[in-house]
């Protein structure tokens, strides 16, 4: 470590090492520019150190009692209690999440190390009668070997979280690659883990790029469950070599989530719903609102006040508290939600705000992009069906709730979705009719509880949740 520039080494049974050929990776901060952090760059080679070591730490943390695994993931909730603001920070320079969200993401992983920890006393199994005489018949719950973890950068500790501490708990070891745009708060979750005392080779962190480091976690022959949240492209590439294989495999990706505003709805808490779910983290996130559906007449009572209070949200430096946006995670990304929305009005999407990036003052130090809305967004065009991940929002125009559903339902993602009404009967049908794996009632698409199960359906994953009790059911046999 130095003063100026955080130096990571990777972390493979219990000791600190610089990858194996030597390269590193710059991790730059998305407000500013400025270099932050220096990784390692990883290789295969790396990936099979640690690979090696979870697999002979497998021997002996699979025998240990579960409920013992689980006090160490205790001591690691104090840890991350005793450093949030530390980590929140780190957050907040290297990938941009506001203080306030950095916090709860955290929080999230604080939330989910306790629930995982009282998993240690709970991982049941079953008994059954017989249909034989003097026959007993039960089931026991077994750890599988080595898990293979693979993050998102936008959230860089509790998506982590969800994985690595059930993984754990349940007698699993772990070779994890934090996302490379944010390897130091991924690092310093881990540490919390090894602080606990966590024995040598059962947490293995390697460093580097998706394409280099995380395909060699996804080959090799000994690292037998994958875990992934990342695009629904990356996704499908894993499956596949997951299948040939042989491997267990979950994967959280992609949503086009969808908000339906009904004409009976509470307009003031539509507003803050939709501007939360729109804008929180820049809209980088897998459950942001990406799509409005005004139904009726609403929509005139909706949109002005929804532009008026998009306009007045303020960018700037994700550590000062005052700010509401932070910046978007790189240049290209950047560049990318610039794309849809110049797509969006060559295709007859009205830009009401925002929409261009900013060029002068401290913003185009940055990577910024200001909170964007498109209305007149036609059922079946690219800013309709496609995932942006970032701040700008689609406007679409529905005659009734089932023409709504009908758009809601028209894209290939079904992570989140909701519904703002007054009317029980409205809000159910949506329950039972959205393909989501989440809906909410009056609330935001966004938002986690560490006891609930958290997935999609369709192209948004592969059927598996993370969060709740079923990731004690993949990680065992």
């Not at 920070?89 to 604080?110: F, N, P, T």
């Not at 059927?463 to 990680?475: I, K, M, Q, S, V």
Request: net charge negative.
């Amino acid at each position: 470590m130095t003063a100026a520039t955080p130096e990571l080494l990777n972390r493979i049974d219990n000791v600190s090492v610089p990858a194996l050929a030597g390269a590193t990776l710059d991790i730059r901060s998305p407000a500013t520019g400025t270099l932050v952090a220096r990784a390692p760059r990883s290789s295969a080679d790396d990936v099979a150190r640690a690979a090696t070591a979870a697999r002979k730490a497998f021997l002996t943390w699979s025998t240990t009692p579960a409920p013992v695994r689980g006090e160490y993931l205790f001591k690691a909730a104090a840890n991350l209690v005793a450093r949030k603001e530390e980590i929140a920070r780190v957050m907040a320079e290297e990938m941009g999440k506001r203080l306030e969200e950095a916090r709860g993401d955290i929080q999230e992983a604080i939330d989910t190390a306790y629930y995982a920890g009282s998993e240690g006393r709970r991982l049941f199994g079953r008994t059954a009668p017989s249909e034989l005489k003097h026959k007993m018949g039960f089931t026991l719950r077994r750890p599988i070997g080595t898990v293979g973890v693979i993050t998102a950068w936008n959230f860089p500790v509790a998506v982590p979280s969800w994985k690595i501490l059930p993984a754990l708990v349940c007698g699993n070891t772990i070779v994890w690659k934090p996302a490379e745009e944010a390897p130091r708060s991924g690092h310093l979750f881990a540490e919390t883990l090894w602080d606990a005392g966590l024995p040598a080779g059962v947490l293995n962190v390697v460093h580097g790029y998706g394409e280099e480091v995380g395909a060699a976690i996804v080959a090799h022959p000994e690292i037998a469950v994958l875990t992934f949240t990342g695009s629904t492209n990356v996704g499908r590439m894993i499956a596949e070599t997951a299948g040939r294989m042989l491997k267990h495999v979950s994967l959280e990706m992609g949503g086009k989530n969808p908000v339906i505003v009904m004409p009976d709805a509470d307009i003031d808490l539509a507003l803050d719903g939709i501007l939360w779910g729109a804008f929180g983290t820049a809209g980088q996130r897998c459950t942001a609102t990406s799509r409005v559906i005004a139904v009726g007449d609403v929509g005139e009572r909706l949109l002005p006040r929804l532009v008026e209070r998009a306009k007045a949200l303020r960018l700037g430096d994700p550590l000062d508290p005052a700010v509401e946006v932070g910046p978007v995670v790189s240049e290209r990304q950047r560049q990318r939600i610039h794309g849809y929305v110049e797509t969006a009005r060559h295709e007859g999407g009205a830009v009401l705000c925002g929409g261009a990036i900013p060029t002068d003052g401290p913003l185009a130090r940055g990577w910024f992009y200001p909170p964007t809305l498109v209305d007149q967004v036609r059922p079946g065009s690219t800013l309709a069906m496609e995932e942006v991940f970032g701040p700008v929002l689609a406007v679409l125009r529905a005659g009734s709730f089932d023409e709504a559903v009908r758009i809601a339902n028209e894209v290939p993602y079904g992570l989140s979705s909701s519904i703002y009404t007054r009317d029980v009967n409205a809000a159910l049908r949506a329950v039972e009719s959205i393909e989501a794996g989440i809906t909410y009632v009056n609330a935001p698409t966004i938002g986690a509880e560490a006891h609930f199960p958290f997935g999609g359906v369709k192209a948004t994953g592969n059927g598996h949740r993370e969060g709740g009790w079923e990731p004690y059911e993949f990680f065992t046999e």
